[in-house]
């Protein structure tokens, strides 16, 4: 499971013109999902993105994390997070689950940062042609696979 995590002022996700969800300060995350991934992972990951120290203390240090300042999570599916660029200039996107292992995993992400969390987290729509806007705080982006956390 690979995670792009930005630190955003606010982001939203449009679907057909119409707005999904928004959010003002938290973060967005996109999500990309492959079949060697485990609900181990989707533990793993959810507290390492709640608890992410990316948010500025009153001292302007990077010391807090989502949670403790009470922001919102977007979460937005994206397959191309799975992309193999080793051949030619064409992605593979060989790696990336089919939406019947895809969708479940998804949606157990959406439960357990919601718990993490404390409270509802904002979606876009698996597999949808979706308009992702965000206003990157900083900007403070992070990267983080699942098979890289030993």
């Known amino acids: 499971m690979k995670a792009v995590i930005q630190r955003v002022s606010q982001a939203s996700v449009t679907i057909e013109d119409q707005i999904k969800s928004a959010i003002q300060q938290g973060l967005l995350v ?3 999902i492959e079949d060697a991934d485990t609900e181990a992972d989707i533990h793993w990951l959810s507290s ?3 608890q992410l120290r990316i948010f500025d203390d009153e001292n302007k240090v ?3 994390s989502v949670k403790d300042i009470g922001g919102d999570i977007l979460l937005v599916s994206q397959f191309t997070l799975q992309a193999s660029t080793k051949k ?3 992605p593979s996107y060989i790696r990336a689950s089919k939406p019947d292992f895809a ?3 998804y949606e157990q992400m959406i439960t357990q940062l919601e718990t993490d969390l404390g409270k509802k987290i904002y979606t876009g ?3 949808a042609d979706m308009k992702v806007a965000l206003l ?4 403070v982006t992070i990267v983080i696979d ?4 030993i």
């Open 30 to 32: 996109l999500i990309g």
């Open 48 to 50: 390492k993105i709640v």
């Open 62 to 64: 990077p010391n807090v």
């Open 88 to 90: 030619g200039n064409r």
């Open 103 to 105: 969708i479940p995993m």
């Open 125 to 127: 729509e698996f597999g």
């Open 136 to 139: 990157n705080d900083g900007p």
């Open 146 to 149: 699942t098979k890289d956390k």
